[in-house]
């Protein structure tokens, strides 16, 4: 049993003319938009025209498919909303495919009791903060957040949904209860390099990594680039720098070949050309899959920080702005689609996704399993994202085959 590429390419391409601007060939259509609503419009008139039924939640997350959500459903599904200048890939391929897989079966008069439905989630890509359609699902929002969540710009999340016709409180109702839920399966390209780069066909993803961020204070003293010998200086900047250096010894000797360090932003102060900067405030992300690792790294970054600073006269200071554990999917899902993508041929890896996405929430109330397929040089989130044809289609026939062997019919 095959899904029929043809058709999801259509699909793929019709939504990706949805949003599309014809200066930069990205498409827009950040959460709550007029091109997201529009978008969520059309899908809902698509999957109408397949015969499914549809509906629409408080918080904007479009459902489609056929038969009672009486018992314990099978979810597939991804998110439709994109950043600025996305690619037609980033979430719409989940989405699209989730409904390839329904008329798949359809084709093949493939009978269940199982409710197998779609959803193509909203406001994922985080304008206003969140991952706002997948945490309602979870039950993860409250009031206070709803109200007070708002973009760059400074517009708020219950005025750019009061302005599409919702009111934003009544996301708080969207929750799924997890006996709704028998499993959540999303497809989604990697967004990283790994795949293309190895020429594996398919990712089997055990979870998303965990993160931490910190802003780091290293003070000095600042003092005039000519008079002050370098023995005699406090030099902020040295200190990052020999930071650097060690990041690569702090992820051999505390992390593992999942751990990633990064140091993104870096300010110095005063950030005068003839002057030693007497302060370096930069930031720190780490991540890894296990959340023992991510406590050993981030112990080791704060010590080799504190030598640092002793080395050079330095005063260290660090505030955690965030922590987010690891987010792991379910173990049990996750090797029976391995068991099915060996039973295809498929090349493939078991990967962490160090990209966040619809999953880790929806991995809180029900078994959530994420399939990846390459990213062309690892690029998304800009328009010359892109995955080739073939692999859109081997991934719609893993999810397909993945859902398949959730059928209780099939002896699950
Ligand atoms: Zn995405």
Request: contains cysteine.
């Amino acid at each position: 049993m095959q899904i029929n590429c043809e058709r999801l390419k259509a699909n793929l391409i019709e939504l990706s003319k949805i949003g599309y601007n014809e200066h930069d060939r990205g498409i827009y259509r950040p959460g709550f938009s007029d091109a997201d609503m529009q978008a969520r419009r059309w899908l809902q008139e698509q999957a109408q025209a397949a015969g499914y039924d549809t509906f629409m939640d408080g918080a904007g997350n479009v459902f489609f498919g056929r038969g009672e959500l009486n018992k314990p459903a099978i979810l597939m599904g991804s998110h439709i909303d994109s950043v600025p200048a996305g690619g037609i890939f980033d979430g719409s391929l989940g989405v699209m495919a989730a409904l390839e897989v329904l008329q798949t079966m359809d084709d093949h008069n493939v009978k269940t009791d199982t409710p197998v439905w779609g959803v193509a989630t909203a406001e994922e890509e985080g304008r206003f903060g969140g991952m706002f359609g997948a945490q309602a699902m979870a039950g993860k929002l409250n009031p206070d957040w709803v109200l007070s969540a708002h973009d760059a710009d400074g517009v708020y999340l219950k005025d750019a949904m009061a302005a599409q016709g919702f009111n934003a409180m009544d996301a708080l109702d969207a929750a799924w209860r997890p006996e709704q839920l028998k499993a959540y399966l999303e497809l989604h390209i990697e967004q990283g390099p790994v795949l293309f780069q190895e020429n594996l066909q398919i990712g089997v993803v055990d979870g998303i990594s965990g993160v931490f961020k910190w802003i780091v204070h290293l003070k000095g003293k600042a003092d005039h680039a000519g008079t002050a010998p370098m023995d005699m200086r406090s030099d902020a900047f040295m200190g990052l720098a020999d930071f650097a250096h060690e990041i690569e010894r702090i992820i051999a000797e505390n992390g593992t070949d999942k751990t990633r360090i990064t140091v993104g932003k870096v300010e110095l102060k005063p950030g005068y050309p003839h002057t030693v900067p007497g302060e370096a405030i930069f930031t720190i992300v780490g991540r890894d899959m296990d959340e023992a690792v991510m406590q050993e790294v981030a112990n080791a970054c704060r010590k080799t920080l504190s030598a640092i600073a002793r080395k050079h006269r330095l005063m260290f200071e660090y505030e955690q702005s965030s922590w987010l554990p690891p987010k792991p999917c379910s173990k049990a899902l996750t090797d029976q689609i391995e068991a099915q993508v060996k039973q295809m041929g498929y090349s493939y890896l078991r990967m962490p996704s160090g990209a966040g996405h619809d999953t880790q929430f929806l991995s809180e109330i029900t078994e959530a399993g994420l399939i990846f397929i390459p990213s062309v040089n690892g690029v998304s989130h800009a328009p010359d994202e892109w995955s080739h044809w073939h692999d859109v289609e081997n991934g719609a026939n893993v999810l397909l085959h993945a859902a398949m062997a959730l059928l209780p019919e099939n002896g699950k």
